[in-house]
């Protein structure tokens, strides 16, 4: 910036002072340029916040980009947010970008080849400026005319207040690493709705809102055609179709985002502090298998919390390219359109979406077997139960796309191959429930027979059940333990600092020879204690723990690393000889026991409060499904932060309970919850995610009515039935009086509550409390449920 010509000054020094600046280069002027070679040709804008200037995103390959000053501190990586030339780098030598006497941005490479411009022009005095929102404009010196904006051309991230308009849109980058544009794509389309759509190699589909239900079930308007949707910086989002939100976080942070990420999914980031890691505080929803075209054509997409997403092709089929699933399987053998020549395998809880040929209702597997043999183009059809009408369907398929594996998908896919090939034979391999599922008969009838008889029937059966599933889920943690983990992409980052071992002399001091009990229950006591670091602890002893330290390692490092912002998060744990202790954050505000009778708690926060809990229990029942499950919601397990955020306790615990002590345990475990159990464990029924989600219906009901919920047991016909006295209650209102609601809404509460939100979310809970465990609702379709009557709650 040699030439510096008068007006410019002038302009500076009013630019410095009206933004309080004190760096000198949040502008470029008209004549120069910035180089590649030059570290310090950068613009950075007045509060610090943002850059722009040239980043190495390959070796020799440089983009022209802004992004957030401050690095990440996990990964020392830097956060992009815009760039001029994502899909055509320039070389690291005599690259530069100028503004041209023109008027004209221009990114020229080595060659003089011009990579990007902004097609601008003007003869006036122009600016380029990088101002504190991150926008980079190019803008009359005199005057506010603004020529162009890089907030007019967002690449995959908007920034709080800038739109998201008709004429933009958001293009994923190909992966974390390589930021050339990908296949997925976010834009208002021609139904006037925002939503997210895979343009791949050979087919495109949107996916987001869910494409089988129409705009106007998930609250959408198609009316308003000015197509705009923002982020605000407290972190509202509000959109033309009506489509809103706030984030988990909603309130002033440092620095937000929000960002369609390269897997397909779009959400918004926080971080509080920049030298802190951004954290995911709203994504457009759960179920990454969801997104189409992610594995490819011709494979599954499987998912768990722990070892994200996985791509498998299907049975007689290879990967095309082996190092990128996004171009799919392709067949290892000649399709054959003989009829005597073709068999069928099945592939268990395996669906396709799309590229139906057929569609049956009411109809056996042999009628759909043969549609599909009679057809030349079906490669495969699906044959599944259709549980709300009571009958089975057919679609017979001629492409094999948005394949997912989905443990709670009542149905197969029938695979067509050439008969006498050994992969028709071979059982498919899938991700496997099967597996965890085989396991977990063996061992509930090993266990069943060292079981204690000194309890009640029901009382044993009970722990047998739970037995059951802290040993599925061990056996299930350990059996992929060694798999790499990519959570992360998921947004749900694992938390790999801060974990750590703490000795039981260290622990000791910390709670002042465990001197403050603040609760009990679940395995152990929790008492409080301050850690050498200063941050206050909540620190459980585990009774009388006898668990190999070997396996306790393995459980604890798995359920430390698993991180999401409605659960407590585990600091660290101790394991020396008799001694097992865990050390979690400390929430000083207290559990929803002790605060549903309090007037604070009004309806808005007690819907964000169900909301919240319902979402975290979505996360940790998704796929291998039910790896892990609570078994142990009450209020007591749900602690609060100052902002009435919910965080979920105890979650794992289950893992690293005693299990040579089954009387103790059981004793603290199903004691303390009795009001909270679902009927499976009181009748030996299988346990699955179901008695999660019945403890949550429970919870909720509690805190719609204040009223503590009790069971008790009546013989009918000779036979034990389980009477929830609070469902049983709320049952017979709501079939009896037209004002139930008011009449089960406790008085807390008040009078100025949403009436139609505090329906939905009892009606909510009473599905979620019915008996038959196949009738109540998945955790995630509570959410959703939840989620599209959710309007703005202002604080
Ligand atoms: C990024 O992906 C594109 C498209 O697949 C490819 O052409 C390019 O070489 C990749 N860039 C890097 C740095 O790997
Ligand atoms: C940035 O992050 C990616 C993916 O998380 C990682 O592979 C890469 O090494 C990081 N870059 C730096 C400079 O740490
Ligand atoms: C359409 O949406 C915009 C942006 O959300 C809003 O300002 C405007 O009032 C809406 N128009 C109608 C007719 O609802
Ligand atoms: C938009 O949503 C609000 C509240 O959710 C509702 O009152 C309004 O009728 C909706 N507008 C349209 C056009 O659907
Ligand atoms: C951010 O974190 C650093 C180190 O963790 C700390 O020194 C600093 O005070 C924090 N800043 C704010 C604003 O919280
Ligand atoms: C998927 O398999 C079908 C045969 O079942 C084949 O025709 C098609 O080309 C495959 N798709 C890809 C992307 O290889
Ligand atoms: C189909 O296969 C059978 C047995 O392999 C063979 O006998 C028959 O000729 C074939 N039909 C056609 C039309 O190729
Ligand atoms: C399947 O349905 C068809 C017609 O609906 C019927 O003719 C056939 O007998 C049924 N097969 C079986 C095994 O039930
Ligand atoms: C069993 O649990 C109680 C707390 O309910 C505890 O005080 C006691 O020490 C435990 N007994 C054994 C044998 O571990
Ligand atoms: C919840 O109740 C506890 C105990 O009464 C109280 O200390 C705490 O402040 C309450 N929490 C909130 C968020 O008000
Ligand atoms: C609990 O939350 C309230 C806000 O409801 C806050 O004012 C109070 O400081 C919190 N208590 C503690 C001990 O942090």
Same mark, same amino acid.
């Given at each position: 910036m040699k030439n510096m010509d008068f007006s410019f000054t002038l302009f500076f020094l009013v630019l410095a002072f009206s933004l309080q #600046? #004190? #760096?000198?280069?949040s502008s470029l002027r008209k004549g120069s340029s910035l180089s590649v070679?030059?570290?310090?040709?950068k613009i950075i804008s007045p509060n610090g916040m943002f850059t722009a200037g040239f980043i190495s995103i390959g070796e020799n390959a440089y983009s022209f980009a802004i992004w957030f000053t401050e690095p990440n501190s996990l990964k020392l990586n830097t956060t992009i947010i815009w760039m001029a030339n994502r899909d055509q780098p320039v070389n690291g030598k005599r690259s530069k970008l100028t503004l041209l006497n023109t008027g004209n941005i221009v990114l020229l490479d080595v060659s003089l080849n011009k990579v990007w411009s902004s097609n601008t022009a003007s003869l006036k005095p122009l600016v380029l400026h990088l101002k504190n929102d991150g926008n980079l404009v190019l803008l009359e010196l005199q005057g506010t005319m603004i020529l162009w904006q890089s907030f007019d051309s967002p690449t995959d991230t908007l920034l709080p207040g800038q739109p998201l308009t008709r004429y933009t849109k958001l293009v994923a980058s190909i992966s974390e690493t390589n930021h050339s544009s990908g296949f997925y794509t976010s834009f208002f389309d021609d139904e006037n709705i925002f939503g997210l759509h895979y343009n791949g190699r050979d087919v495109s589909s949107s996916y987001w809102p869910r494409p089988w239900l129409l705009s106007w079930d998930v609250g959408r308007s198609n009316f308003n055609s000015s197509r705009t949707a923002v982020l605000d910086s407290l972190g509202n989002f509000h959109s033309s179709d009506n489509f809103t939100f706030s984030t988990s976080d909603y309130g002033s942070v440092l620095q937000r985002m929000m960002k369609l990420d390269s897997d397909g999914m779009v959400r918004v980031y926080s971080r509080n502090n920049v030298s802190k890691n951004w954290y995911v505080s709203w994504q457009a929803f759960s179920g990454a298998c969801l997104v189409h075209g992610i594995c490819g054509a011709n494979s599954t997409c499987s998912y768990s919390p722990k070892y994200g997403r996985k791509c498998s092709c299907i049975p007689g089929y290879k990967m095309k390219n082996n190092n990128d699933w996004s171009y799919g399987c392709e067949p290892m053998f000649d399709f054959t359109c003989n009829k005597s020549e073709s068999t069928f395998l099945e592939m268990k809880n395996v669906e396709f979406y799309g590229y139906d040929f057929h569609y049956i209702e009411i109809c056996n597997y042999s009628t759909c077997e043969d549609l599909c043999i009679q057809? $030349?183009? $079906?490669v495969a059809f699906q044959h599944s139960f259709w549980e709300k009408k009571g009958f089975y369907r057919c679609f017979t398929k001629t492409q094999m796309q948005n394949g997912r594996f989905v443990p709670s998908f009542e149905g197969s896919t029938y695979l067509r191959l050439p008969k006498g090939n050994s992969f028709s034979r071979k059982e498919s391999s899938f991700p496997s429930n099967h597996l965890c599922l085989e396991k977990l008969q063996r061992v509930y009838v090993k266990e069943s027979e060292n079981q204690?008889?000194?309890?009640?029937l029901w009382f044993v059966t009970a722990i047998g059940a739970f037995e059951t599933v802290c040993i599925f889920s061990v056996w299930c943690s350990l059996y992929r333990s060694r798999q790499k983990t990519n959570a992360d992409q998921h947004g749900y980052h694992l938390a790999e600092i801060g974990f750590r071992k703490f000795s039981y002399l260290e622990l000791k001091k910390a709670t002042k020879g465990f001197s403050q009990e603040i609760g009990r229950g679940g395995g152990g006591v929790v008492y409080k204690g301050v850690l050498s670091d200063q941050r206050h602890a909540a620190i459980k002893r585990l009774y009388n723990a006898q668990q190999g330290e070997g396996e306790f390692l393995a459980e604890v490092g798995i359920i430390g690393r698993i991180n999401h912002m409605n659960l407590i998060e585990m600091w660290g744990y101790c394991a020396e000889g008799k001694y097992r202790l865990l050390v979690y954050e400390y929430m000083e505000n207290g559990s929803l026991a002790e605060n549903l009778s309090s007037n604070k708690l009004d309806w808005s926060k007690r819907y964000k409060i169900a909301l919240a809990i319902a979402r975290v229990l979505a996360y940790l029942h998704e796929e291998c499904l039910e790896w892990i499950l609570h078994c142990d919601i009450k209020p007591q397990n749900i602690l609060l932060d100052s902002n009435f955020q919910p965080k979920l306790a105890d979650f794992g615990l289950s893992k690293l309970q005693n299990r040579n002590n089954l009387n103790n345990l059981s004793v603290s475990t199903i004691r303390g919850t009795r009001g909270y159990m679902a009927p499976e464990w009181i009748f030996n029924l299988p346990i699955t995610s179901k008695v999660d989600v019945y403890s949550y219906g429970i919870v909720v009901l509690e805190m719609i009515t204040g009223k503590r919920p009790t069971t008790g047991f009546k013989v009918v016909n000779g036979e034990k039935e389980s009477v929830g006295r609070l469902v049983t209650w709320v049952r017979e209102k709501k079939g009896t009086s037209v004002c139930w609601l008011e009449e089960i809404?406790?008085?807390?509460? +008040?009078? +100025?509550?949403?009436k139609s939100k505090m329906e939905i979310l009892a009606r909510v809970a009473l599905d979620c409390v019915v008996d038959e465990r196949d009738s109540r609702p998945t955790m995630s379709r509570v959410v959703e449920m939840l989620q599209y009557h959710e309007i703005q709650i202002c604080e």
């Open positions: #600046s #004190s #760096s000198s280069s070679e030059n570290l310090e040709d057809d $030349c183009n $079906c204690y008889v000194k309890f009640f809404v406790h008085d807390e509460i +008040g009078l +100025g509550y949403d």
